[in-house]
């Protein structure tokens, strides 16, 4: 049971960046990304529905970041754009069995190691 995220990395203000998890050896009905900066709780940024791809983003990057699968590789993505400095974070992959797309950090089953991102000028 492995999520091995990558993508990460340093990126300017208003700059884009894509994010990649890697899921092997386990089952699961949805899939997203929290995101945790220094001296904050982890947060939900978004998820999607491993079959039909229903989706949900937090307020915070509605418009901005964008979650997709490809369920021949196994991968989740996160596509994000005009990036701001509070964007800033360690971002987590993480996988929940249940049917539903929840936002609770606790609901999820699985989680990868995280990939720091660093937006600065």
């Known amino acids: 049971v492995q999520l091995v995220e990558s993508g990460g990395g340093l990126v300017q203000p208003g700059g884009s960046l894509r994010l990649s998890c890697a899921a092997s050896?386990?089952?699961?009905?949805?899939i997203g990304w929290f995101r945790q900066a220094p001296g904050k709780e982890r947060e939900f940024v978004a998820v999607?529905?491993?079959?039909?791809?229903?989706?949900y983003y937090a307020d915070s990057v509605k418009g901005r970041f964008s979650i997709s699968r490809d369920n021949a590789k196994n991968t989740l993505y996160l596509q994000m754009n005009s990036l701001k400095p509070e964007d800033t974070a360690v971002y987590y992959c993480?996988?929940?069995?249940?049917?539903?797309?929840?936002?609770?950090?606790?609901?999820?089953?699985?989680w990868g190691q995280g990939t720091q991102v660093t937006v600065s000028s």
């Open positions: 050896g386990l089952t699961f009905s949805s």
């Open positions: 999607i529905k491993w079959i039909g791809g229903n989706t």
């Open positions: 993480a996988a929940r069995v249940g049917p539903l797309l929840v936002v609770t950090t606790t609901r999820y089953d699985y």
